[in-house]
């Protein structure tokens, strides 16, 4: 279902990723799109325009002050039937102010996760690539269900790489 799948890794210096004792903390890969407002356009999720983001291949991710950054998992996901996927934020980066937000991962999806770091300091945060970003938390359905996301042929399936906002 996890690929790479990692038992958990707890280094010194750096922020923990694999398995914990109720999820997967995934890790951040060094792939980043960071939000730039240089042409002040309008943000518009119905025509949303890619020259709102910088592309950084890098370490270390410097988020603007009151900004956001789009990343990735380094993990690809493939999420069974009866299976609905929840993340939350590491509480490392949580405690400096810096938000992750993913939508519920849903039974029959799959691909890389598309992350958002929103720093909402004042001051510029740094993110961290292919160390822990958030936990994701495995919610076992009774039964498969009626209609997967891959049924639907959903806008996201498959994805892999930072994905930007689709229609």
Same mark, same amino acid.
């Given at each position: 279902?996890?690929?790479?799948?990692?038992?958990?890794?707890?280094?010194?210096?750096?922020?923990?990723?694999?398995?914990?004792?109720?999820?997967?903390?995934?890790?951040?890969?060094?792939?980043?799109?960071?939000?730039?407002?240089?042409?002040?356009?309008? /943000?518009? *999720?119905? +025509?949303?325009?890619?020259?709102?983001? @910088?592309?950084? #291949?890098?370490?270390?991710?410097?988020?603007? !002050?009151?900004?956001?950054?789009?990343?990735?998992?380094?993990?690809?996901?493939?999420?069974?039937?009866?299976?609905?996927?929840?993340?939350?934020?590491?509480?490392?980066?949580?405690?400096?102010?810096?938000?992750?937000? /993913?939508? *519920?991962? +849903?039974?029959?999806?799959?691909?890389? @996760?598309?992350? #958002?770091?929103?720093?909402?300091?004042?001051? !510029?945060?740094?993110?961290?690539?292919?160390?822990?970003?958030?936990?994701?938390?495995?919610?076992?359905?009774?039964?498969?269900?009626?209609?997967?996301?891959?049924?639907?042929?959903?806008?996201?399936?498959?994805?892999?790489?930072?994905?930007?906002?689709?229609?």
């Amino acid at each position: 279902m996890i690929e790479p799948f990692v038992e958990a890794q707890r280094r010194d210096g750096c922020i923990s990723y694999g398995l914990s004792s109720y999820g997967y903390d995934a890790r951040v890969a060094p792939e980043f799109k960071i939000f730039t407002n240089v042409d002040s356009s309008v /943000v518009d *999720p119905k +025509e949303f325009d890619p020259k709102n983001f @910088v592309d950084r #291949e890098t370490d270390v991710c410097i988020i603007p !002050p009151n900004s956001f950054a789009l990343a990735r998992t380094v993990e690809y996901f493939r999420i069974p039937r009866n299976v609905l996927v929840i993340c939350l934020g590491k509480s490392t980066y949580a405690r400096c102010g810096i938000i992750v937000n /993913v939508t *519920p991962l +849903e039974p029959g999806w799959e691909g890389h @996760v598309t992350l #958002e770091f929103s720093n909402t300091t004042p001051l !510029p945060a740094k993110i961290y690539a292919n160390e822990g970003a958030c936990q994701f938390l495995f919610l076992k359905g009774n039964e498969p269900c009626e209609t997967s996301y891959a049924d639907r042929a959903g806008k996201y399936m498959g994805q892999k790489g930072v994905t930007l906002p689709k229609l």
